[in-house]
């Protein structure tokens, strides 16, 4: 679309907005039928499988610094994307990429496009369209991929007596951040990993495939352990009881003790899954943990009540202040 409300010429990039799509975002695109360049793509679902589509957007000064590394934010905007079809369960097939940019910076746009397409690759996902349009830094992926009908892994299943698991460990990008906004000094071992964890989150596919008849109910931890398994809660008409304990966290030493609860309780940005699955099934989850090579966590157990309860090691309810990240409240 052009614009009507700017004396700037339409494209308003130096490169043409056609040479700029042509040269960083059009390659070939096996899972579609038709994909960048015309008006729309064209995508057909397997017989027997529903579409699973999410959106997800990253914008500048709100979920990263203005001046972030390109090569890690093109993975980073896809990453957070396959994250949501992950806690689906969904097998990630076709992406679109809607970008402002506030200029054609032709090395920033290459060393994106190098990191977005090296997650897309890594996963079989084709980009297929989007829309290129100059503005303040907004990045926002649409991810759609396939799931067998009736098995997509919902944040409404859990049941009361259900065991509450996390893959990875949590924390890790919020106290990346706290680094990175001179808050708090890791050592040496904790930052790489905590940097790491926020530049480059791996999204948790495979676990979320495992998981299809296991998991009673499942999300990816977006914006902290409490926030996000509360809307498992909601959805399930259920509540929780989670040890504070048992939440695998990485060893810090030295760090305030309230910033880490925090990070560990509140801290957006991990990308891990919570699943929710009946006692029953704990060997198979285990087997998923060895075959994935990922660790997985029992951390507590679905209730009938509401709310979710967290227990000190010595028993206590702990009442923790902070929930998780909310941009409006
Ligand atoms: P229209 O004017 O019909 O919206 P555009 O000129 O915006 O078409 O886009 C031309 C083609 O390039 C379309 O197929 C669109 O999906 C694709 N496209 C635009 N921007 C991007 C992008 N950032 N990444 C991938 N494909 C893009
Ligand atoms: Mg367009």
Same mark, same amino acid.
């Given at each position: 679309?052009?614009?009507?409300?700017?004396?700037?010429?339409?494209?308003?990039?130096?490169?043409?907005?056609?040479?700029?799509?042509?040269?960083?975002?059009?390659?070939?695109?096996?899972?579609?039928?038709?994909?960048?360049?015309?008006?729309?793509?064209?995508?057909?679902?397997?017989?027997?499988?529903?579409?699973?589509?999410?959106?997800?957007?990253?914008?500048?000064?709100?979920?990263?610094?203005?001046?972030?590394?390109?090569?890690?934010?093109?993975?980073?905007?896809?990453?957070?994307? /396959? #994250?949501? &079809? *992950? @806690?689906?369960?969904?097998?990630?097939?076709?992406?679109? $990429?809607? =970008? +402002? !940019?506030? %200029?054609?910076?032709?090395?920033?746009?290459?060393?994106?496009?190098?990191?977005?397409?090296?997650?897309?690759?890594?996963?079989?996902?084709?980009?297929?369209?989007?829309?290129?349009?100059?503005?303040?830094?907004?990045?926002?992926?649409?991810?759609?991929?396939?799931?067998?009908?009736?098995?997509?892994?919902?944040?409404?299943?859990?049941?009361?007596?259900?065991?509450?698991?996390?893959?990875?460990?949590?924390?890790?990008?919020?106290?990346?951040?706290?680094?990175?906004?001179?808050?708090?000094?890791?050592?040496?071992?904790?930052? /790489? #990993?905590? &940097? *790491? @964890?926020?530049?480059?989150?791996?999204?948790?596919?495979? $676990?979320? =495939? +495992? !998981?299809? %008849?296991?998991?009673?109910?499942?999300?990816?931890?977006?914006?902290?352990?409490?926030?996000?398994?509360?809307?498992?809660?909601?959805?399930?008409?259920?509540?929780?009881?989670?040890?504070?304990?048992?939440?695998?966290?990485?060893?810090?030493?030295?760090?305030?003790?309230?910033?880490?609860?925090?990070?560990?309780?509140?801290?957006?940005?991990?990308?891990?899954?919570?699943?929710?699955?009946?006692?029953?099934?704990?060997?198979?989850?285990?087997?998923?943990?060895?075959?994935?090579?990922?660790?997985?966590?029992?951390?507590?157990?679905? #209730?009938?009540?509401?709310?979710?309860?967290?227990?000190?090691?010595?028993?206590?309810?702990?009442?923790?202040?902070?929930?998780?990240?909310?941009?409006?409240?």
């Amino acid at each position: 679309m052009t614009s009507a409300y700017s004396v700037a010429d339409s494209s308003g990039f130096g490169l043409s907005e056609f040479d700029l799509i042509q040269r960083y975002f059009t390659r070939p695109a096996p899972n579609a039928i038709l994909g960048v360049g015309d008006d729309a793509a064209l995508l057909r679902v397997a017989e027997g499988m529903e579409l699973a589509v999410s959106t997800d957007m990253l914008v500048s000064g709100t979920h990263f610094f203005p001046d972030a590394d390109p090569f890690l934010l093109g993975h980073k905007t896809l990453a957070v994307n /396959l #994250s949501d &079809l *992950a @806690a689906m369960g969904a097998v990630p097939r076709w992406a679109t $990429l809607a =970008l +402002a !940019l506030p %200029g054609a910076d032709e090395n920033w746009l290459r060393r994106f496009s190098e990191g977005f397409f090296a997650l897309a690759d890594e996963y079989g996902v084709d980009l297929v369209g989007g829309d290129t349009t100059r503005g303040p830094l907004n990045l926002s992926v649409t991810i759609m991929g396939e799931v067998p009908q009736g098995q997509a892994l919902r944040r409404s299943g859990a049941e009361a007596g259900d065991d509450i698991w996390v893959s990875g460990t949590l924390g890790r990008a919020a106290l990346g951040l706290a680094q990175l906004q001179g808050r708090i000094a890791l050592p040496e071992d904790a930052r /790489l #990993s905590c &940097l *790491a @964890a926020l530049h480059q989150p791996r999204p948790r596919v495979a $676990l979320g =495939l +495992a !998981l299809r %008849g296991i998991a009673n109910s499942a999300i990816d931890i977006s914006d902290g352990l409490l926030a996000d398994l509360g809307h498992i809660l909601e959805c399930s008409q259920a509540g929780a009881e989670i040890q504070f304990a048992a939440i695998p966290a990485i060893e810090t030493h030295g760090i305030d003790d309230a910033l880490f609860r925090h990070c560990v309780l509140s801290g957006g940005d991990d990308y891990e899954l919570c699943f929710t699955a009946s006692a029953t099934k704990r060997g198979r989850v285990e087997a998923i943990a060895a075959e994935l090579q990922l660790p997985l966590t029992r951390i507590g157990s679905i #209730s009938a009540g509401q709310g979710c309860t967290l227990r000190a090691a010595d028993g206590r309810a702990m009442k923790p202040k902070e929930s998780g990240y909310d941009h409006f409240a």
